[in-house]
């Protein structure tokens, strides 16, 4: 399969994701991404259509230790995203996984946040 059409195969899957998860100002949607190096988080309320609170591996803070697109990184990263959230007052979100499956470094990334205290 080629480059091109799995890249629109993930937007559909992105497309059909997002039809369900909205987020608010109330419960914003905690997005996701992994790259092939870095992970990026950020809540987003959609209603207004801005980002509330954005965290990624390319932190100065978190570049010093090295975080990695893997299980270990998505669980160190979650953990510095909770705290984020939690001083901005975000207490809910909703979890948007961008297209990718449930499990894995997006499993051990959503766990990682709920016990952070964030609820979804």
Known sequence: ???????QLL?????RIRKKVNGTAARPRLSVKFSAK????????????????????LDPELRKQK???NLDGARKLAVAFAAKAKAAGLASVVFDRSGA??????????????EGGLAF
């Open 101 to 114: 499956r449930y499990h894995g470094k997006v499993k051990a990334f959503a766990e990682a946040a709920r």
């Open 11 to 15: 937007q559909k899957r992105r497309w």
């Open 38 to 57: 870095h992970i990026y988080a950020q809540a987003v309320n959609d209603d207004a259509g801005t980002t509330l609170v954005f965290l990624s591996s």
């Open 67 to 69: 975080l990695h697109a």
């Open 1 to 7: 399969m080629n480059t091109v059409r799995k890249a």
